[in-house]
């Protein structure tokens, strides 16, 4: 997932005391970058959003606009974030990581889907401004899907997701991101994420008490079992055309590129 800022516009116009909402105009918020918690994103959003916008969305509106827009937008709380585009390195291992584990489920009752599936993590209430609606690098369901509301866009019991990670985004992926795919769908056993940089994966499998457990990869050797859906991620196929580089350089690379 890759995400970049934008300047933030007023989307709430009067008319006649009614309010209406652009729908053709973009969605943009405040960068994600470096937001591992609820708290910083706040800090974010009251130095940039509320400054220029009247009111937050609620779950209903973000939907609404969504279904209409040919970006995708990351919803949390009310406030809405542009997500940009990828890097070569996160292009080609999402695509590795979709193979391997399409593949995989060949054949049994669960699925893959890639980057545009939402997956809603909150209470459930159109009206309300609370949850968080993203769009994880890879979603793993079995059986039976569930979703959101009758337009079956946002999916709702996730098994298993992998996220690869970028600088702009990995604070959040470990953090608030985390703790809300925690709270809100129980479906989630298995949470994994990719470093782009380094031949490393980092596997969180929710234990039969509700807790944790965490494993982390390293080296194109390793391999890593998610049981949940009887698949095994070589690492070496994971990061097979990666050819890692200097991590300053590919920092650089990659800010410049606005990830």
């Not at 079995?142 to 709702?156: A, Q, S, T």
């Amino acid at each position: 997932m890759q995400v970049r800022p934008e300047l933030p516009i007023d989307r709430h116009v009067e008319d006649q005391g009614a309010k209406h909402f652009d729908a053709t105009a973009a969605l943009a918020g405040p960068q994600l970058a470096n937001y591992g918690t609820i708290q910083e994103v706040a800090r974010c959003k009251e130095g940039t959003m509320l400054a220029r916008s009247n009111l937050p969305y609620t779950v209903e509106e973000y939907l609404a606009l969504e279904r209409d827009s040919e970006e995708r937008h990351i919803y949390l709380d009310g406030y809405v974030f542009d997500m940009a585009g990828e890097s070569t390195e996160h292009g080609t291992i999402c695509m590795n990581l979709s193979r391997v584990v399409s593949t995989a489920l060949l054949r049994t009752p669960c699925r893959a889907f890639a980057k545009d599936t939402k997956v809603g993590s909150g209470p459930g209430s159109s009206k309300a401004t609370k949850g968080l609606y993203s769009y994880p690098d890879l979603v793993v369901v079995c059986g039976e899907m569930k979703f959101h509301d009758k337009h079956r866009d946002v999916l709702i019991n996730p098994i298993v997701i992998i996220e690869v990670l970028s600088k702009s985004t990995e604070a959040f992926d470990r953090g608030e991101k985390f703790l809300r795919l925690q709270t809100w769908n129980p479906t989630l056993i298995d949470y994994l994420l990719v470093s782009q940089t380094s031949a490393i994966i980092e596997h969180f499998v929710r234990q039969s008490d509700g807790g944790w457990s965490y494993h982390k990869y390293e080296g194109l050797e390793q391999t890593v079992q998610i049981e949940s859906i009887n698949c095994s991620l070589r690492l070496a196929e994971v990061f097979d055309r990666i050819e890692f580089r200097n991590v300053t350089d590919h920092q650089a690379e990659e800010g410049a590129a606005g990830n």
